[in-house]
């Protein structure tokens, strides 16, 4: 598959940041890595592999970029207001310069979806709800939407506005609940195997429908574990079943 590698000093972030971009030409499918790693995690554990027909074909073309978790929750040598700092501060990366990269490397016209496992799902679903005027939709694999499950006790109105089960419900702007609420690409998956929390999931996809959103939630049972040989499953199901 066609493949390219770039970077740019961020002033978000304040760092060199580096994205790889897979395919041609297709709407833009935004991944977002789990726990502390990096742009390059997808790649490595063949989840790109895993969807090759769908990047070769053209009909999806695959940007990918480091996580700031290792400098925010990752990290216990900083405090929680350092670490929800960083955090919005690579909110900040993703919407203000990630965004208009894709749509150069593409075209403004280009829809553009957000896609994560593990924490990355966390992450995917969190900039969704904050931002579909920019996102088209979100495939969350494996994740839990409460942000209070990385940050050991600590909460301030900046961790409640990042977690997607503490301000979904409480959710009154008109304007970003009426872009929510005709979004037809809000994929839920878990599975209920060793190191998964289905009922996250399901929690979550409850909270959306409570809230006049469209969220599909599917469970794909015990024999599928935390691990990277259900998401390689996951993810090239979700893309032919639903796009």
């Not at 978000?12 to 726990?35: R, V």
């Not at 290792?70 to 216990?76: E, I, K, L, T, V």
């Not at 990355?120 to 005027?133: C, E, I, Q």
Request: aromatic letters at 14%; charged letters at 15%.
């Amino acid at each position: 598959m066609q493949r390219f590698i770039d970077s740019w000093y961020s002033p978000s972030l304040e760092k060199e940041m580096p994205i790889a971009t897979y395919g041609h030409y297709g709407f833009a499918l935004l991944m977002i890595p789990t726990a502390a790693a990096d742009y390059l995690e997808y790649e490595r554990f063949q989840l790109l592999d895993s969807i090759s027909w769908f990047i070769n074909s053209g009909k999806v073309k695959v940007f990918s970029i480091d996580s700031m978790n290792n400098q925010s929750w990752m990290n216990p040598s900083l405090i929680g207001k350092q670490q929800i700092v960083r955090h919005q501060q690579w909110n900040n990366y993703v919407t203000n310069e990630v965004v208009p990269y894709i749509r150069n490397a593409t075209n403004p016209a280009t829809p553009i979806f957000i896609c994560g496992a593990s924490f990355g799902a966390f992450h995917s679903m969190n900039l969704f709800m904050k931002r579909p005027d920019l996102f088209e939709g979100v495939i969350a694999m494996s994740g839990v939407y409460d942000l209070t499950a990385y940050t050991r006790g600590y909460f301030d109105e900046d961790v409640y506005f990042n977690s997607p089960i503490h301000f979904i419900p409480q959710l009154n702007d008109t304007t970003i609940l009426s872009q929510l609420r005709v979004c037809t690409h809000i994929h839920i998956m878990s599975g209920a195997g060793s190191h998964e929390d289905p009922e996250a999931g399901a929690r979550f996809a409850t909270i959306l429908q409570q809230k006049g959103i469209r969220g599909d939630f599917d469970n794909w049972g015990p024999e599928w574990p935390h691990d990277w040989h259900t998401w390689r499953s996951m993810l090239p199901h979700c893309l032919g079943t639903h796009f």
